[in-house]
């Protein structure tokens, strides 16, 4: 397997066209995993699917990424300062959970943030020393794009049996394909940014029956939005929308144009679909009220606070939030969930406000980034990369802030998603410093410079190998576990690594 990813690795290093086609490969594969899950054939349920595959692409980006950007002599040194959070980033899940090694599973979750970070910042900034980044991403939006219609669709189909069956709650049956309409939503916030692009960029931007389909299809999952009332969604994607054009400024319009067109559009979609054709036919609308309070959160994120307390500045180890003894009166009397609906509390209290630090150190330094660039895009009028800047922003943003209220970098659909957004914004941000392009290419020592390459990369598969062990055991343990967890213990579902995820669990506890 090792050699498969190197021979991989050697032929996108030859030949950009390979690497183009690896990643409509894997953009493709990746939203059939996530979109249309319900139409594969599976023995263990789309999520443990999803989450297999998403072990699979951090495996083969990693290690692709790192031969790669070896054999191309891109070296840390002369930016030391400028990689340094991002190598803390990557290290700090597993080395703040040493103090828990002797506990089952302990790296089963650090490896999964390990592995998550480094693929998003050695795939992103591979692929910015490629050349192919643009490529990639109209690749990336001309088959988000048709996904998404062809979603868009299917649901309308959906929707004309419920009205046929005379079924009036359609949010029971919109969204589809997923085993919470949550994960959905978290999907919908990475990708509605993002569609726009395929009427501004690629091959098809100028055809007009193109054109019509992606607006269709957006439109469609903006009623979606409107008709599951996913206002993590809609706060996610407004907060972002106004980062994106405040910090690209007028340059962004053309996108912002089109995004607008589409949520009106959505708008649209849900006044003739939940309102009137409901009406007509039932009496009645087909309304799903917005919660105005905290839908049970606040429980949750008071006792992630009060955990991330208890061996500050470090946390209360991996998972922790399903086997500590409960702190909080409030969250013992309220209902339970497999995580705190808020990753960065969930992150404080299980790995600590040490790591939480490092994140806003990221954070710093990756719009540090993001300004350098925006410098040189505003001062070259015309050029599509600031809409492609924005939509990105903006998708990236939106998903920064849906996971302060629900389990964006859990699901394993949103965090494949997440994967296809966030390699490519940084690989357009990363500094040259980083992606090695200020240095010679050596064509002809090209084997002498794969050798340390091919030694790092062998490591770096060794370590995911050891991991995706791990994981498997953790998968193998848990199905043994659920026949007890649900004939005897009697309790429902709660989703996290896997669809069962109250395992390992503090029965007293739960």
């Given at each position: 397997m090792l050699w498969a990813f190197l021979l991989g690795g050697e032929m996108m290093l030859k030949t950009p066209?390979?690497?183009?086609?690896a990643a409509a490969s894997f953009v493709a594969i990746t939203l059939l995993a996530v979109l249309f899950a319900d139409f594969l054939p599976t023995s263990a349920g789309s999520y443990a699917?999803?989450?297999?595959?998403l072990v699979a692409w951090l495996g083969g980006i990693t290690i692709v990424s790192t031969y790669l950007l070896i054999s191309r002599r891109v070296w840390i040194k002369p930016a030391f300062v400028q990689a340094l959070p991002f190598i803390l980033l990557i290290i700090g899940?597993?080395?703040?959970?040493?103090?828990?090694?002797?506990?089952p599973y302990a790296y089963v979750e650090p490896g999964l943030y390990s592995f998550y970070f480094a693929a998003v910042i050695l795939g992103g900034t591979a692929l910015a020393q490629s050349g192919i980044s643009m490529k990639c991403l109209e690749a990336l939006v001309v088959i988000t794009a048709a996904a998404c219609f062809l979603y868009g669709a299917m649901s309308l189909n959906v929707y004309l049996f419920a009205l046929a069956g005379g079924h009036a709650d359609l949010s029971d049956l919109i969204p589809w394909g997923f085993v919470n309409i949550r994960y959905w939503s978290h999907v919908a916030?990475?990708?509605l940014p993002v569609l726009p692009l395929a009427v501004l960029v690629g091959p098809f931007a100028n055809h007009r029956l193109w054109r019509v389909l992606v607006a269709v299809g957006a439109g469609l999952w903006w009623w979606i939005v409107f008709l599951s009332a996913a206002r993590g969604s809609v706060l996610g994607v407004a907060v972002g929308v106004v980062v994106a054009s405040v910090i690209i400024g007028r340059q962004c319009w053309p996108w912002l144009k089109q995004f607008l067109v589409y949520?009106?559009?959505?708008?649209?979609?849900?006044?003739v679909l939940s309102l009137l054709v409901p009406i007509l036919v039932f009496g009645e609308p087909e309304l799903r009220t917005i919660s105005q309070g905290s839908s049970g959160r606040a429980p949750l994120f008071i006792e992630a606070w009060q955990m991330s307390l208890q061996r500050f500045p470090f946390g209360m180890g991996p998972q922790s939030w399903l086997t500590h003894d409960l702190l909080t009166s409030s969250y013992a009397e309220s209902?339970?969930?497999g995580h705190p609906h808020n990753m960065y509390l969930m992150w404080a209290a299980e790995y600590g406000w040490l790591l939480v630090l490092i994140l806003f150190w990221v954070a710093f330094q990756v719009a540090s980034f993001l300004y350098a660039r925006c410098a040189v895009i505003k001062s070259s009028a015309g050029s599509p990369e600031a809409y492609v800047l924005a939509a990105l922003l903006a998708s990236f943003v939106g998903a920064l802030i849906h996971a302060g209220v629900s389990a964006v970098f859990i699901a394993p659909g949103s965090m494949l998603v997440g994967l296809l957004i966030m390699p490519v914004l940084f690989g357009l941000i990363v500094p040259s410093s980083l992606n090695g392009k200020t240095g010679k290419y050596d064509?002809?020592?090209r084997r002498r410079k794969a050798v340390p390459?091919?030694?790092i990369a062998t490591v770096v598969f060794s370590l995911w190998g050891a991991w995706a062990v791990e994981v498997k055991k953790y998968y193998l343990d848990m199905r043994e576990d659920e026949p007890y967890y649900y004939e005897v213990l009697r309790e429902r579902a709660l989703p996290r690594f896997w669809l069962h995820g109250y395992f390992p669990r503090n029965d007293i506890g739960s």
């Open positions: 066209q390979v690497g183009i086609a699917d999803q989450r297999f595959l899940f597993p080395v703040l959970s040493l103090a828990f090694i002797q506990q916030t990475w990708l949520l009106v559009l959505g708008g649209f979609f849900w006044f209902k339970k969930f064509v002809l020592g390459g091919v030694m």
